[in-house]
Nanobody, 126 residues
Framework: QVQLVESGGGLVQAGGSLRLSCAAS????????MGWFRQAAGKERDFVAA????????NYVDSVKGRFTISRDNAKNTVYLQMNSLKPEDTAVYYC???????????????????WGKGTLVTVSS
C-alpha cells in the first residue's frame, strides 16, 4: 500500500522559513515525478512545485519562484520543499503528490496525480 507522509508544517512569522518533507513508501518510485500542491481555506488545490525523477526538471508556480526550492532524495524516496521568505498568503495545507512521468506536474494538474499525502498545515502570521 502506497503511503506519502508529510512533515515539517507549522506556524511561522512572515519572512520566516520552513522545510517540508514527504516520505513515500509501498512501491518502487523509479520514473515518478514528485511535487507539492497547496489548498487554502475555501479555495481549490493549486500547484506549487514539482521535480522529475532524476531531478533534471523542476517547475514552480510564479508566486513562489525565488523563495521556494524543491529537491528529492531517491535513496530515501523523499521530496523536500524549502520555503523561505514566507508570506501570509502562503498559508495553506500543503499536499505531497507522486505521479508517473512528469507531464501532469508540468501542467500543474492535480487531477492527474497517482498518489497523495494527507497534508501538512502551514500557517504564516503577519
Amino acid at each position: 500500500q502506497v503511503q506519502l507522509v508529510e512533515s515539517g508544517g507549522g506556524l511561522v512569522q512572515a519572512g520566516g522559513s520552513l522545510r517540508l518533507s514527504c516520505a513515500a513508501s509501498g512501491r518502487t518510485f523509479s520514473g515518478y515525478g514528485m511535487g507539492w500542491f497547496r489548498q487554502a481555506a475555501g479555495k481549490e488545490r493549486d500547484f506549487v512545485a514539482a521535480i522529475s525523477w532524476g531531478g533534471g526538471k523542476t517547475n514552480y508556480v510564479d508566486s513562489v519562484k525565488g523563495r521556494f526550492t524543491i529537491s528529492r532524495d531517491n535513496a530515501k524516496n523523499t521530496v523536500y520543499l524549502q520555503m523561505n521568505s514566507l508570506k501570509p498568503e502562503d498559508t495553506a495545507v500543503y499536499y505531497c503528490a507522486v505521479d508517473w512521468g512528469y507531464e501532469d506536474f508540468r501542467l500543474g494538474n492535480p487531477n492527474g496525480m497517482d498518489y497523495w499525502g494527507k497534508g501538512t498545515l502551514v500557517t504564516v502570521s503577519s
